[in-house]
């Protein structure tokens, strides 16, 4: 079993920053796996934020948020980071930490094996 547990999200005003983290742990996990963010806005279908591979070195953005959020993670904590900067009202949804069972990286939802509760990220203008 692998359990993902995402940090508290929270409100900001447009322009502002927010960190959020996810914790792995299970006696399944293993640090090589891939890591990703989505996040759903009310009405709509879970979208793709950003995805990082075992080591770091190779992480992938959607173009929404290319350049204003950035992913990064610990591997002897099992943790993996969003820090989203710049953050835009269309930026409100629920976001979900994602680990999905190999190294490679992937940007739908179908292709991650176990998820997050999902955090509220609320921005106002």
């Known amino acids: 079993q692998v359990q993902l547990v995402e940090s508290r999200g929270g409100s900001v005003q447009a322009g502002g920053s927010l960190r959020l983290s996810c914790a792995a742990s299970?006696?399944?996990?293993?640090?090589?796996?891939?890591m990703g963010w989505f996040r759903q806005a009310p009405g709509k279908e879970r979208e793709f934020v950003t995805a990082i591979n075992w080591s770091g070195g190779s992480t992938y953005y959607a173009d929404s948020v290319k350049g204003r959020f950035t992913i990064s993670r610990d591997t002897a904590k099992n943790t993996v980071y969003l820090q989203m900067d710049s953050l835009e009202p269309e930026d409100t949804a629920v976001y979900y930490c994602?680990?999905?069972?190999?190294?490679?990286?992937?940007?739908?939802?179908?292709?991650?094996?176990?998820w997050g509760q999902g955090t509220q990220v609320t921005v106002s203008s």
């Open positions: 299970g006696r399944t996990f293993r640090s090589y796996y891939a």
């Open positions: 994602a680990a999905r069972g190999t190294a490679l990286l992937a940007l739908t939802p179908k292709d991650y094996d176990y």
